[in-house]
């Protein structure tokens, strides 16, 4: 499950060290669907079409001002909506459009709180605390998901929550082997510290699954998931080069980006979403925006300075 790992990286990235790779990833974090820049102009308002008109494909409210509509034009926002669209069953394209959609909403509604360091072994190490609490526990909470789901009669959504749990299974392990592999007790680590925004992100998971209904955890997911294609080749690079060589600590991160098997998750995902009831896609829809909020945010002291980072990580030292 990608969680800190966009946090940290992907949205949040610590790619200082590079100009240019930083630009690059800065571009990605905000427009790295390409429907954004060609289908979501922020002004941009939808006219008004009759509830008849076939060109509405389908619609989800994402908040009390904003309503993403999917046509046979493209993508549109309808900011404070006082008409109603139809919300036809979805296509695998369209429920992809409209879920993007969403995430870059929630990109631009984020609040940053406090400005990203440069890029560091012990920022690294950092993001690999906040990865492992992403990871660890997706496991347990998409099995308790599934309960949930299979308990309300939805099969397809139970069998999707427990093959969840089964793929991300082990995934925190690569992030305590990383942090190993760069000279600290990991699991000591680990239970020492988690950032204010990674709290924030873990909680809204759990507030999902805890749901009567727990559709929130496919947004949650798909986000994630969807985030971490934006991670690419160059940037596992450009963590590997300021890593001593030799030391492999991109586990985690390798497995969730571009290279890594969350292109097939988000494949997946979509192929099931497009099938689900025109109010679940809603729902989904929602989901996404509001972890995309949360992900892309950053909170007074999610990032310690370099003292106080060297203060923290010294005690774990091997």
């Known amino acids: 499950m990608k969680s800190l790992i966009s946090k940290s990286i992907e949205d949040k990235n610590l790619f200082k060290a590079s100009k240019k790779i930083n630009s690059d990833t800065h571009k990605g974090n905000l427009d790295y669907i390409n429907l954004a820049q060609k289908s979501l102009p922020s002004k941009r308002i939808l006219r008004e079409r009759s509830l008849a008109d076939n060109s509405i494909i ?21 900011s404070r909506p006082t008409q109603s669209f139809p919300n036809n069953k979805g296509s695998i394209e369209t429920t992809k459009k409209l879920l993007d959609t969403a995430i870059v909403l929630g990109k631009r509604a984020a609040s940053v709180e406090q400005e990203l360091p440069a890029l560091s072994v012990t920022n690294w190490v950092w ?15 998409m099995e ?27 995934h925190d392990r690569l992030a ?22 990674a709290k924030s992100l873990l909680d809204y998971f759990i507030s999902s699954v805890e749901n009567p209904d727990p559709i929130g955890v496919v947004g949650y ?26 030391i492999n600590a991109t586990r985690c991160l390798r497995v969730h980006s571009s290279i890594g098997s969350d ?10 979403v ?22 892309f945010s950053s909170r007074e002291n999610d990032y310690p300075s370099a003292r106080e980072l060297e203060h923290k990580l010294k005690p774990f030292r091997h």
């Open 58 to 78: 389908e619609s989800a409210r994402i908040n009390d001002r904003q309503t993403i509509v999917v046509t046979e034009d493209g993508v549109w926002v309808r």
């Open 127 to 141: 993001s690999l605390i906040n990865q492992y609490h992403s990871t660890h526990s997706t496991p347990v909470l």
């Open 144 to 170: 308790e998901a599934s309960i949930h789901f299979a308990a309300r009669g939805n099969k397809h959504l139970a069998a999707w929550a427990e093959q969840k749990a089964i793929e991300e299974t082990g």
């Open 176 to 197: 305590l082997l990383d942090i190993e592999s760069l000279g600290y007790k990991a699991q000591a680590l680990v239970q020492a510290f988690i950032s204010p925004s």
């Open 221 to 246: 997911s798909y986000t994630l998931e969807r985030i971490s294609l934006a991670v690419k080749k160059r940037h596992i690079q450009a963590i590997e080069a300021i890593i001593p060589s030799g």
């Open 263 to 272: 292109v097939e998750h988000v494949e997946e995902t979509i192929a099931m």
């Open 274 to 295: 497009a099938r689900l009831t025109p109010a679940e896609r809603n729902n989904i829809a929602i989901a996404c925006y509001e972890t995309a909020k949360i992900n």
